[in-house]
């Protein structure tokens, strides 16, 4: 696993192969981390917690004595690998935490002391009582909601949130504090190789230019260079909330569509994921986790990036000619800016104006809010869209222009955000990260439907039930009967009452079948 040990030699393999060796890569990560869910799955708690036990004891040692021998970096300085390494320490503390708490629990068990735990129920305590609101008559009166409840999260008691969520935000909240850590590392890096660049810059004009009509041109790449630092520091924090922001968003969105599954709604989604395929749910609900993650940290760089590019043109924009004592010269070009588009913008409302003002049949009923469709003074609406079509073109020329901005802004602020699409209608199905929400949430869907849940759950225990008056019965009747033999018996008995339907029945091979046959058929009543 330590691939850049002394002495490591890479191993050599063609590009068509990466993919395969990368496979095995992450095998072998999920074989090293396997004893943990085995531990904490097994049926067996007492042996099971032990092994868990020292297993995860032993990694924590090996973690801290790897913190030990090399605590500081030359990127971060003093405790860079602690920096690294903490949320791994604090996740096995967690486990080491847990397996304790198991062997606790079955040890009171094996000794008597509590009894077994009870075999998990098909119905969950929340499952039930979201049947039993739904059955429920609705309040007539709402209660009052405060400013969190309306405008951010209400909690509900009757959902809980299934573990492979919480388990895939909380890894993917580590996985992106990683990557914010490396991406630290990585602008340190650059920094000093950007400040060795400027110095040799410097010296190498100094020495070819002894007139000082270059400097000018040294001072804007320093500037820039010094912009670009300052900004790239600032925009990790709302990059990194924005990211953050949207681990909770997704929550809330999951359970709200889940809800809306739930009852029957489906207009929330694409026409084409109405009826997903059953093969292609299974593999997005294996996918999720995996590109929930990828699509947090991708979003991530792609969000500081273009934060960063907006910090740079709001540094030259703004603040850089203000500290150039040209601020007055800025404030001229924003208000020419600001003007111009104040005119387009109210030369557009002026067309709706005059649209609905002359142009519309007046309204048809006094309660109704807007005009009908129907045009009115047709010959005079003519002419305003022949006069007006040739400054059309020239706007449509800016439309389009601010239509590609906008997309590419939305595009780029909802990238991480794999519960919704960022493709134009009828192309959703390009969209491979959206296409594994849906297909999450459809298995998720089948499978804990509160509803369909407490049908089966009714089934099994109405099932269970009689099956266990009938053991009851039988045992307070006499000795114990097999059903086999009972049900034979029934059989003679309801031929001896009714011979007419030995004629009916089935005849089957063998001798002693035969001969009761013949001698029922024999009885002087048939």
């Known amino acids: 696993m330590f691939l850049f040990s002394e002495g490591y030699q890479p191993l050599q393999v063609p590009k068509w192969a990466k993919a395969f060796i990368l496979l095995v890569g992450g095998m072998e990560i999920g074989l090293s981390h396997f004893p943990f869910f085995a531990c904490l799955s097994s049926e067996f708690q007492l042996v099971s917690s032990v092994l868990g036990f020292g297993y995860t004891l032993t990694w924590f040692a090996v973690t801290v004595f790897q913190i030990s021998q090399c605590p500081h970096g030359q990127f971060l300085g003093r405790y860079e690998t602690l920096v690294f390494y903490w949320p791994s320490l604090m996740c096995l503390g967690f486990l080491m935490g847990r397996f304790l708490h198991m062997f606790w629990k079955a040890l009171k068990v094996q000794l008597g002391l509590e009894s077994q735990a009870e075999e998990k129920p098909v119905l969950e305590t929340h499952q039930a009582e979201h049947v039993k609101r739904l059955l429920r008559k609705a309040d007539l009166q709402e209660r009052k909601k405060s400013w969190f409840q309306a405008r951010v999260y209400e909690w509900d008691p009757c959902f809980q949130f299934p573990s492979r969520m919480i388990g895939t935000l909380v890894l993917a909240a580590i996985c992106l504090y990683l990557f914010i850590v490396i991406e630290f590392c990585m602008f340190v890096y650059m ?20 007139t000082g009509t270059l400097t000018p041109v040294i001072l804007q790449v320093q500037e820039l260079i010094s912009v670009t630092k300052g900004v790239w520091v600032v925009t990790i924090v709302p990059a990194s909330l924005t990211c953050v922001s949207y681990l909770f968003h997704i929550l809330a969105c999951y359970r709200k569509h889940m809800k809306r599954l739930w009852a029957g709604d489906k207009h929330f989604l694409p026409l084409k994921f109405h009826t997903p395929s059953s093969a292609d749910s299974v593999v997005a609900i294996a996918r999720y986790s995996g590109w929930q993650i990828a699509y947090i940290l991708w979003g991530y760089l792609i969000i500081h990036v273009v934060q960063s590019l907006c910090g740079v043109m709001l540094m030259y924009s703004l603040v850089l000619p203000i500290t150039h ?50 045009l ?9 869209n022949y006069f007006l079509f040739f400054y059309n073109v020239l706007l449509g020329l800016g439309a389009c222009l601010s239509r590609l901005l906008i997309s590419c802004l939305l595009g780029t602020w909802l990238i991480a955000r794999i519960d919704r699409t960022i493709m134009q209608s009828g192309y959703e199905g390009t969209d491979m990260g959206f296409s594994a929400w849906i297909g999450m949430l459809y298995v998720d869907h089948y499978h804990t439907n509160p509803v369909l849940v407490s049908f089966c759950h009714i089934l099994i225990t109405s099932h269970r039930e009689r099956k266990l008056q009938r053991n009851l019965k039988y045992q307070s009747a006499g000795p114990c009967i097999s059903a086999r033999s009972r049900t034979r018996w029934l059989l003679l008995q309801t031929l001896v009452n009714n011979p007419r339907l030995i004629m009916h029945r089935k005849s089957k091979s063998g001798h002693s079948s035969q001969e009761f046959t013949q001698i029922l058929l024999t009885r002087p009543d048939c």
């Open 325 to 374: 004592h040209q601020g007055l010269e800025m404030l001229q070009g924003l208000g020419l800016g600001l003007l111009t588009v104040s005119i387009v913008v109210g030369l557009m409302v002026l067309q709706m104006w005059i649209a609905a003002s002359f142009f519309l049949q007046p309204k048809l009923g006094t309660a109704d809010k807007q005009k009908p469709l129907a």
């Open 376 to 384: 009115n003074n047709r010959r005079a609406f003519h002419n305003f």
């Open 191 to 210: 920094r000093d190789k950007l400040d060795v660049f400027e110095d040799k810059l410097e010296s190498y004009f100094t020495y070819m230019n002894e």
